[in-house]
């Protein structure tokens, strides 16, 4: 199977992304759509304040092409939520990999560098996500399909 892995999904962001692209710009990567998917299911709503949410939104529909980072010089910050949403982000691209892998894509040697796991399985992922106290039961349920 090929090495490059585009998708059509226009309900995020710029609607095409490529699943193989995980260095360089964030636009169109599989890290950008983690991100989208993160925001649409509510995931950032259970951990950012309200001044950060409206920091999110604003980016959002400010450009496209960017991916809300907690800004550590921010009075609400914690590092503590930052390491959950990046261990999401990175946890949740390994076991894209892990699935393209097993389905027999060719991950590129950045994918590989970045992302060795080789014995990702959804209780896996379902033990990171399930540090986030979900409001909604369905909304954990939602997140873990979205990225399979």
């Known amino acids: 199977m090929s090495s490059i892995i585009k998708v059509s999904l226009p309900q995020y962001g ?3 992304f490529y699943l193989h692209k995980i260095d360089g710009s964030y636009f169109q990567s ?3 759509l983690i991100y989208y998917i993160m925001v649409d299911v509510g995931i950032y709503n259970e951990l950012l304040t309200k001044d950060q949410l409206k920091v999110l939104h604003k980016l959002i529909k400010k450009d496209h092409q960017s991916i809300y980072k907690i800004n550590e ?3 609400d910050y914690s590092e503590e939520i930052y390491e959950l949403i990046q261990t999401l982000e990175y946890e949740s691209c390994a076991y894209v990999g892990y699935r393209l892998d097993k ?3 060719i991950l590129n040697e950045d ?3 970045q992302y060795p796991e080789k014995n ?3 209780k896996y992922l379902n033990e990171t996500i399930s540090k986030i106290a979900f409001d909604k039961k369905d909304q954990k349920d939602k997140y873990i399909k979205s990225i399979l």
Do not use: A, E
Request: proline share 0%.
């Open 14 to 16: 710029c609607g095409t």
């Open 30 to 32: 599989l890290q950008q």
């Open 73 to 75: 010089d921010d009075k």
């Open 103 to 105: 389905k027999g894509y």
């Open 111 to 113: 994918f590989i560098d």
């Open 120 to 122: 990702l399985d959804k």
